[in-house]
Nanobody, 123 residues
Framework: VQLQASGGGLVQAGGSLRLSCTVSGSTLGITVLGWYRQAPGKERDLVASISRTGNIIYRNSVKGRFTLSGDTIKGTVALQMRNLRPEDTAVYYC??????????????????WGKGTLVTVSS
């Protein structure tokens, strides 16, 4: 499984950007697709994600401004970002969670990450 992300760039505060991510390889075991972000000197945090059942969650600071769409079976996820703020500046990473069976038949989970894409919001 590999993730190919696109989008990002420089935008003024109040502007919009769209991030897209496509999964290559088998998507049968993927249970969650989403976007994380990491600002300089800070930890990587969840921005939004969609589960196989279509449940979408957002971090509080982006609710009402960001919209996630995607499909774990098709292996696509996109993040439409509106009314961007300087505090949204970060490297954004596409993420996929995959369930698989280990050699004992137990279900385990692992993460795949795309290359980060920089979003810079100027004030």
């Amino acid at each position: 499984v590999q993730l190919q992300a696109s989008g990002g760039g420089l935008v003024q505060a109040g502007g919009s950007l769209r991030l897209s991510c496509t999964v290559s390889g088998s998507t049968l075991g993927i249970t969650v697709l989403g976007w994380y972000r990491q600002a300089p000197g800070k930890e990587r945090d969840l921005v939004a994600s969609i589960s196989r059942t279509g449940n979408i969650i957002y971090r509080n600071s982006v609710k009402g401004r960001f919209t996630l769409s995607g499909d774990t079976i098709k292996g696509t996820v996109a993040l439409q970002m509106r009314n961007l703020r300087p505090e949204d500046t970060a490297v954004y990473y596409c993420n996929a969670e995959e369930d698989y069976s280990d050699y004992e038949g137990d279900v385990e989970s692992r993460d795949y990450w795309g290359k980060g894409t920089l979003v810079t919001v100027s004030s």
